[in-house]
């Protein structure tokens, strides 16, 4: 054999020379066995990849904690709107110049206060006619009764007769009716002459004046016909608070007041719309008598004290309405529950450390927590924290959480 292989032999063409036929079949070879090599370790590295096991992920981690239980009142929130408990439209009852304002736009005037002053001109030159008239009508019944005397002295001396007696006593009769008349017509112009002087009817705050000095101002005692409004006045202490109860917060107001056996408290507690407290309180005095139809509620009020005149008619509030007795109440973080639609649902540990949804019913929060009225029991595991990982059924891996319970004092009151 020779050492070395010749140039057709390792498929080596030499510069210049053509390929035999036996280097070509040599190459072909080759690359063959080079494409089933590869094929063999594709196929080894399929078969690997489908025979290994698959590995599962490891279970969720989450916070598990029991309901935390407290003796709390039941109470309903709302949002109200202050009114005023009085509200007049200051109109004159008499036509005539407007002459004086007695009274700073916004001001608070108290009960008697001067505040419009109309032209009294006309009314005392109507009340001096008046009086001259009743003068007159009392000096003819003064002449109708002596008439009458001496027609009567007459009579008895047999020098007069019953007719004239009749007459004179008619005469009288017309003349006290002439004073009657007279009385009645001084009345009625001292009455407008009075009503040229407007007051405050009770202590509020004032509005700004519609009417400046010197306008004509047309007034109707019965306000018969169009009269000029001159300004607004509203009472401020004490203040209405209103709100309105659906149909099932009507419902459970009603039926929570059934089952206490004693009164409770018609106390409301009330925070302003930049406040955090609840420390403003009023008494609940008014629920009406029909729920309104086209709207699905039941309109209710309450008196709130407003001595430092803070409170203005208008302005809205949050208002809580005790309805129940303290008692044993489930508590759970807002974020354990969870909004499915109309319905509300949190997880609980089940068998074998299987997250489990439970279907609940949820009341208003208390202290940062969500209070569970119905579906939960006080020995339940509730998951609480890992919660947006988690698949119904799914197993996870607990660890111990806690439900911490807020002051209500720094709790902004808020419904479900």
């Not at 390792?10 to 036929?21: E, L, R």
């Not at 008439?147 to 008895?156: D, G, K, S, V």
Request: hydrophobic share 40%; proline share 6%; charged share 20%.
């Amino acid at each position: 054999m020779n050492d070395r292989l010749n140039e057709s032999e390792v498929g080596v063409i030499a510069p210049g020379k053509s390929a035999t036929p036996g280097s070509r079949r040599w190459i072909v070879r080759v690359v063959a066995i080079a494409i089933l090599a590869g094929a063999v370790a594709t196929a080894y590295r399929l078969h690997g990849s489908h025979s290994a096991p698959a590995s599962a992920p490891p279970p969720t981690a989450v916070a598990v904690s029991a309901p935390l239980q407290r003796d709390l009142e039941g109470r309903i929130g709302f949002l109200g709107q202050f009114s005023a408990v009085n509200r007049v439209e200051l109109r004159a009852q008499v036509g005539g110049t407007l002459t004086q304002i007695h009274f700073k736009d916004g001001d608070i005037v108290h009960k008697g206060d001067l505040l419009f002053e109309i032209d009294p001109e006309p009314y005392e030159i109507k009340l001096s006619e008046a009086t001259a008239a009743l003068a007159s009508a009392n000096a003819r019944l003064a002449l109708a009764t002596r008439e009458l005397a001496r027609a009567q002295e007459l009579q008895r001396a047999d020098a007069g007769t019953v007719q004239n007696v009749d007459q004179k006593v008619a005469e009288q009769h017309a003349a006290e009716a002439a004073v009657e008349n007279g009385k009645a017509l001084v009345r009625d112009a001292k009455f407008d002459l009075d009503r040229c002087r407007i007051s405050a009817p009770f202590t509020g705050r004032i509005g700004t004046h519609l009417v400046s000095t010197g306008n004509l101002i047309a007034g109707s005692r019965a306000a018969t016909s169009p009269t000029t409004l001159l300004a607004t006045i509203v009472s401020l202490d004490p203040i209405y608070l209103d709100f309105d109860m659906s149909e099932n917060d009507y419902l459970a107001f009603q039926r929570a007041r059934e089952k206490e056996k004693g009164a409770l408290p018609n106390s409301v507690k009330i925070s302003l719309g930049d406040e955090k407290d609840f420390n403003r309180q009023g008494t609940l005095n008014f629920v009406d008598n029909a729920l309104d139809r086209s709207s699905g509620t039941i309109h209710a009020r309450a008196i709130v004290p407003n001595s430092d005149l803070f409170l203005t008619p208008g302005g809205f509030a949050r208002v809580r309405l005790t309805v129940s007795a303290p008692q044993p109440t489930l508590l759970v973080p807002d974020a354990a529950v969870l909004a499915d639609q109309s319905q509300h649902m949190v997880y609980v540990l089940g068998p074998d450390d299987v997250a489990t949804p439970r279907q609940v019913e949820v009341g208003e929060l208390r202290g940062g927590l969500r209070v569970i009225r119905s579906g939960l029991a006080a020995t339940d595991k509730v998951i609480i924290d890992g919660i947006p990982s988690i698949r119904p059924g799914a197993k996870v891996s607990p660890h111990a959480g806690s439900v911490q319970f807020v002051s209500e004092q720094a709790e902004v009151g808020a419904k479900s």
